[in-house]
C-alpha cells in the first residue's frame, strides 16, 4: 500500500516542526496509522559556528515552519484528520482544505538540496562571526599577532584570505579560519 504514499507538506507554527514531527509518529503508533503514514521530515542541517575560537555545532531547520510527511491521503482513513488536527499544525499545503502531494520531481529536488530522507536531510556547514571587509587579528602560525582585513571567505576549505600589512606593503594570505579573530570596533 506504500506505493500509493505520497509527499505532503503540513505547514507548522515555527519553532514547533520537531514536536509536531514526534506527535505525528505518536499518533500513528497510538491510533494503528502505520499502514497510512510512513514517514516524517524536519529538514535540518547541521551548522558549525566558530566563536572566540571555539567552534561549536547546533541544528538548524532548513525549512522553518513546514515538515514534510510521506503518507496515504484518503477520506475514508482517518490519517489527513489526526495529522491535521496534531497542535502546531496548522494545516496541509495545498488549495483550500485538500493537502497536495509533493510530486516526484519537486521531492527529488528537495533531496538534492538537503539530502537523502534517510539522514534527514542534514548536511555540515561552518559558519564565522566576522565578514568581508572587517579588521581581524591572526593567532597563531607564522603570521601570529598580525592584524588585516577579510578580502574573501571559503568555507569549503575553511579558509579567508587577509590582506596583512608587511614591511610596507600590503600583502594577501590566506589563513585558516580557525587563526582569523575579528577584532570588535
Known amino acids: 500500500m506504500s506505493d500509493t504514499a ?33 514517514d516524517v521530515i524536519v529538514p535540518t542541517e547541521t551548522v558549525s559556528e566558530k566563536k572566540d575560537d571555539k567552534i561549536k555545532e547546533h541544528e538548524r531547520n532548513v525549512l522553518p515552519g513546514y515538515v514534510l510527511v510521506k503518507m496515504i491521503f484518503d477520506d475514508d482513513n482517518n490519517a489527513w484528520s489526526a495529522v491535521r488536527n496534531i497542535r502546531g499544525v496548522t494545516g496541509f499545503v495545498g488549495p483550500g482544505s485538500k493537502p497536495v502531494p ?23 556547514k561552518l559558519e564565522v562571526d566576522f ?7 591572526i593567532s597563531g602560525g607564522q ?3 598580525f592584524v588585516g582585513v577579510v578580502k574573501s571567505i571559503n568555507l569549503d576549505d575553511q579558509t579567508a584570505e ?16 580557525m587563526q582569523v579573530q575579528k577584532i570588535d570596533d
Do not use: C
Open 102 to 124: 509533493l510530486t516526484d520531481k519537486e521531492f527529488s529536488k528537495l533531496l538534492e538540496k538537503f539530502g537523502s530522507a534517510e539522514d534527514k536531510a542534514k548536511q555540515n
Open 131 to 137: 565578514t568581508i571587509g572587517d579588521s581581524v587579528r
Open 162 to 177: 587577509v590582506i596583512v600589512s608587511m614591511f610596507g606593503r600590503e600583502t594577501p594570505a590566506t589563513i585558516s579560519i
Open 6 to 38: 505520497k509527499w505532503y507538506v503540513i505547514h507548522t507554527y515555527s519553532g514547533y516542526e520537531k514536536n509536531v514531527a514526534r506527535t505525528i509518529m505518536r499518533v500513528v503508533e497510538n491510533k494503528n496509522l502505520q499502514d497510512y503514514v510512513f
Open 143 to 145: 603570521l601570529d599577532g
